[in-house]
């Protein structure tokens, strides 16, 4: 017989899971109550942050939801003055190692125990306790007296986007949209829609397009962000419990942004009647990323100039190409 669990089976792991991870958070996130206590918890977690991984979920040994709430519940148990850094550090470390079936429940877990008081109710869901909200704003106040100045201000707005209410459908709109747009693939609906209207200036289109787009969202999303190789807001080990986790990879810049202003550009060029709907659309994808935690307002401005003068650069030096070869 197999041992495989029901799907009823993993249904109730998984609120356990949740539950027992939630719980473990609360406690721990519940023993900072002083300024004193925050800035002690970033000690700690600075101390710890070099053991933690980035983004282990690529590990070959499969480990359970119930195996990770159990790791969590475990770094709770220890003495209070050192609890709040312990748990953090070891959710941060179980979401990194997290399998694509397992995240859903961490990231469940982490909003039930610290997502903002207006998203939780527009959800429907009970908020957090006071004493984990008054914890979360001791340690943003604590992280950003510690920040320079520049990153100061590009965490707060960052949290004042990404704490904006979260409907639930918004949520999935936003996220759908974002997908859509990743590497600029939406815009080749403009295109195929150009196809279908007068094929020769479609492909004219395209290829005017495609090439320089796909050039400048790849300079973006390799060179230039590993050689930034910034983290991402929730891959820094407080905001993964303020904010939230989301898949990892370097921050800086966006490259949602910048296929998206890429695209913007280069089409604008071709249908300038319609550059203020591309520019619409281009800015409503910024927004996206910070609106679902992905991004810093810095990545996304820097991600949005730097995808359009690529975008302008690489059609040069296409079209010059093309006037040598031909």
Not at 34 to 57: C, G, Q, W
Not at 109 to 133: C, N, R, S
Not at 201 to 230: C, H, M, S
Request: no cysteine.
């Amino acid at each position: 017989m197999s041992s495989d669990p029901t799907p009823n089976q993993a249904a109730a792991d998984a609120a356990a899971a949740e539950q027992r991870v939630e719980g473990a958070l609360e406690r721990g996130l519940a023993e900072i109550k002083t300024p004193a206590a925050a800035d002690k918890a970033l000690d700690d977690l600075e101390r710890l942050a070099p053991a933690m991984p980035e983004d282990a979920s690529t590990n070959e040994t499969p480990v359970t939801a119930r195996e990770q709430a159990a790791a969590v519940a475990d770094a709770a148990a220890t003495p209070a003055k050192s609890r709040a850094a312990a748990v953090i550090a070891e959710t941060a470390v179980q979401v990194s190692a997290a399998s694509p079936q397992n995240r859903p429940v961490l990231d469940a877990a982490i909003a039930g125990a610290t997502g903002p008081t207006d998203a939780t109710a527009a959800h429907g869901e009970m908020p957090p306790p006071q004493k984990v909200l008054r914890a979360r704003r001791l340690l943003r106040r604590a992280l950003i007296r510690r920040l320079r100045p520049l990153d100061a201000i590009d965490s707060i707005v960052f949290l004042g986007i990404n704490h904006l209410p979260h409907p639930r459908r918004f949520d999935r709109l936003m996220s759908r949209f974002s997908w859509a747009m990743t590497g600029g693939v939406g815009w080749g609906v403009v295109i195929l829609i150009d196809l279908l209207i007068n094929r020769r200036r479609g492909w004219e289109t395209a290829r005017g397009v495609v090439p320089a787009l796909w050039l400048a969202t790849a300079t973006v999303e390799y060179p230039i962000k590993y050689f930034f190789r910034r983290r991402r807001p929730f891959l820094s080990i407080v905001r993964a419990i303020i904010v939230g986790r989301k898949p990892a990879s370097y921050s800086f810049p966006s490259g949602h942004s910048a296929a998206a202003f890429a695209g913007a550009t280069l089409l604008a060029r071709h249908y300038p009647r319609a550059a203020k709907v591309f520019f619409f659309v281009a800015a409503l994808v910024g927004f996206s990323r910070i609106y679902l935690g992905a991004h810093y307002p810095g990545d996304v401005v820097t991600g949005a100039v730097g995808g359009a003068m690529l975008a302008r650069t690489y059609r040069a030096i296409l079209r010059m190409l093309g006037r040598l070869i031909g």
